[in-house]
C-alpha cells in the first residue's frame, strides 16, 4: 500500500498533463467539486487526515484527532484560486514527507488503534493504524476515479453538439 501511496502523485500528474487552469477550474454544476479543489482535498486529506491521524495512531493513540471539514476548507483556503501545477507540486512533495515516515514506522503494530472523532462509540468507532492505511490508498483510488469523470464531463461539455456516447457510458 505504502508503494501505492507512493505512485499515485505520478499518476495525478501526468492523468492532468496539459489540464488549463480554466480546465482545472470547471465545474458541471456549482454541487460538484472542480479538478483543482479535488487536488488541494488531496493535500490537506495527507496534511490533516490520512498523514497526520496515522502518525497519531501508531506514536500516540489517546491523543485526539484534529477535526476536519473538507467543505469548510475548499472555502477558506480559498481551493479555486490555487494554480494546478503549483497543487501538484505540493501533493508530491507532502506525499513523499509522509512516506519518509510511514516507511520508518514499517515495523509498527499497525492494529493500534484509535477512537474516530465522529464515531465515539468505543467499539464501532475505533480504527486501526492499518484501517487508516487502507483508507488513505482508497481515498486516492475514489478521487481518481473522480478526476476522471470530471475529465470525462469535461469532454462532454466541451464537445459542443458533437456526442461522446461511442466512448461508452460512464
Known sequence: MIDRLDRFPPALNALLLG???EDARWRPSEADW?????????????LDDFGTRLRLVLESPGT???????????????????RLDEVLRELAAVRRAKLE??????DSDFTQAAIHPRLQHP????MR????????????????R????????LTDH?????KVGYAGDW
Open 64 to 82: 485526539d484527532w484534529p477535526r476536519i471539514d473538507p467543505e469548510a476548507a475548499a472555502r477558506e483556503r480559498g481551493y479555486r484560486e490555487r
Open 101 to 106: 515516515w510511514l516507511r520508518t514506522a514499517i
Open 34 to 46: 472542480s479538478i483543482i479543489e479535488v487536488v488541494c482535498h488531496l493535500v490537506d486529506e495527507d
Open 158 to 162: 466541451q464537445a459542443g453538439d458533437f
Open 123 to 126: 467499539v464501532h468507532g475505533a
Open 19 to 21: 489540464c488549463s487552469e
Open 129 to 144: 493504524a492499518g484501517d487508516l492505511l487502507a483508507s488513505w490508498c482508497a481515498h486516492d483510488a475514489l478521487h481518481l
Open 146 to 153: 473522480q478526476v476522471a469523470k470530471r475529465l470525462h464531463q
